[in-house]
């Protein structure tokens, strides 16, 4: 990839490793610092395995953190919180050599919530954060993809925006629609995309979402992805050169993401001290990212020794504060599953 900031529209060049995790720490921090000022709480973060959320195997967005207070007690005017996510859409394909994943399993989220009556209010202070704490201008970098059907967002959404920050009815329904996990309850949301490095096209960075029963609004959840905005900015290959892994830069590319996401995912699930070879769903789960890690070191020929040091190196870059390292209980794992 051309990394020359003159065709970025952003004016960024290529990051080093500690640029990217300095920026990662200073969108958090933004994010925290512009919903405190305007007196949300913060919510503490909780384990991915925290089973906090029976509806859910692992935490996959702050709202499953939110759910308890979703009926009548979220503080004024709401609540936000930094939390770590793992999605596992990608578990079942990852021996398929033809799959290529647009996305990783683990990411850092951000999000917050507010009561049914600040509606206008938080959407204002989204993009508010966007524009001011993030330094991006939403006139020209920003679309809001909303559906003509959900007349309260469209209309919040047309007195905030510019007409050609506003994209109708471009996707199919589904695409507007949320699932939350709670029996009678449901999100309609629109999508906040950002403008492509390269200036060609938009790709989705966060959401506003309408939480709500057949009776009333229950609150508005507003969700911002941190590894979808950096790669956007900088001009990434992908999403997981938010947390690259030294040692596979130069591995086939139709293995590369795929195993750059199991190790990632398997990394944060032993410091989490999940078993891959228990009994329950996520323990399952656990296992078959184990599998395709042992899948790919045989593809790619990488020996447990070289692969050992490639843990290693990438546990103590990414925690180098860390008293506990699980090195060695990946390589036990994966020498159980070797194939």
């Known amino acids: 990839m051309n990394y020359n900031s003159n065709t970025n529209t952003y004016g960024k060049g290529k990051p080093s490793y500690q640029e990217i995790k300095e920026q990662v720490k200073l969108l958090i921090n933004n994010f925290k610092n512009h919903y405190s000022s305007l007196g949300y709480i913060e919510e503490p973060s909780v384990k991915i395995t925290s089973g906090i959320d029976p509806t859910v195997r692992f935490i996959g967005s702050p709202i499953s953190v939110f759910k308890s207070y979703l009926k009548n007690n ?14 596992t859409q990608n578990v079942n394909k990852m021996l ?3 799959y290529l994943p647009n996305w990783g399993s683990f990411f850092p989220n951000t999000g917050a919530i507010t009561k049914p009556a600040r509606l206008i209010y938080g959407c204002n202070e989204t993009f508010d954060y966007i524009e001011r704490k993030l330094g991006i201008d939403i ?17 919040i959404c047309q007195s905030l925006l510019n007409e050609n920050n506003i994209d109708i009815d471009s996707r199919e329904i589904n695409y507007y629609r949320h699932k939350i996990g709670i029996d009678g309850v449901w999100g309609r949301n629109c999508n906040i995309a950002l403008k492509k490095s390269n200036g060609e096209g938009y790709s989705d960075i966060g959401n506003l979402v309408i939480i709500e029963n057949s009776e009333s609004i229950i609150c508005l959840e507003m969700s911002i992805g941190v590894s979808t905005i950096l790669k956007e900015i900088y001009g990434l290959d992908h999403v997981l050169d938010i947390t690259p892994v030294p040692g596979l830069e130069l591995v086939e590319n139709k293995y590369r993401r795929k195993f750059e996401d199991a190790l990632i995912t398997c990394t944060v699930l032993f410091r989490e001290n999940l078993n891959p070879f228990g009994q ?15 899948y790919f070191r045989a593809k790619c020929k990488i020996n447990i ?16 504060e860390s008293i506990k390292y699980i090195t060695n209980s990946m390589i036990e794992a994966i020498e159980v599953m070797k194939l």
């Open 74 to 87: 979220i503080p004024y005017p709401g609540l936000f919180m930094y939390q770590d996510c793992l999605r």
């Open 96 to 98: 398929d050599d033809e």
């Open 280 to 294: 329950k769903n996520a323990n399952r789960i656990f296992k078959k990212y184990i599998q395709s890690i042992s």
């Open 305 to 320: 020794n070289k692969f050992e040091r490639i843990i290693s190196e990438f546990e103590e870059r990414e925690f180098p």
């Open 139 to 155: 006139d020209d970098k920003v679309i809001v993809r909303i559906s003509s059907s959900d007349k309260d967002l469209l209309n």
